[in-house]
Nanobody
Framework: VQLQASGGGLVQPGGSLRLSCAVS????????MGWHRQAPGKQRELVAR???????DYADSVKGRFTISRDNAKNTAYLQMNNLNTDDTAVYYC????????????WGQGTLVTVSS
């Protein structure tokens, strides 16, 4: 399974970004997807995840601001991020858990999100 993340960039506080993670190499409908982030000097943390059947889950810090979704026809997962603040600045990684391969985990390359005025 290969993951290609995109969509990061520089945004002002209060702004929005949408991250995408394109997946290839196995049946996307059998893959749970997640977004994690790592800020400078901090550990990587879970931001949001979505099961292969579309059930989402969020970290408390992003509830009400971020929305995770998936398009099985496009083999892509998304993270819509609204009302961004400086604490959201981090490298964002998409993660795939392949049910078809014994829950093997794969990571994308990371995309940088910088929230700054």
């Amino acid at each position: 399974v290969q993951l290609q993340a995109s969509g990061g960039g520089l945004v002002q506080p209060g702004g929005s970004l949408r991250l995408s993670c394109a997946v290839s190499g196995d049946t996307f409908s059998l893959i749970h997807m997640g977004w994690h982030r790592q800020a400078p000097g901090k550990q990587r943390e879970l931001v949001a995840r979505i099961t292969n059947t579309g059930v989402p889950d969020y970290a408390d810090s992003v509830k009400g601001r971020f929305t995770i979704s998936r398009d099985n026809a496009k083999n892509t997962a998304y993270l819509q991020m609204n009302n961004l603040n400086t604490d959201d600045t981090a490298v964002y990684y998409c993660r795939a858990t392949n049910i078809h391969a014994g829950d093997k985990v794969y990571w994308g390359q990371g995309t940088l999100v910088t929230v700054s005025s």
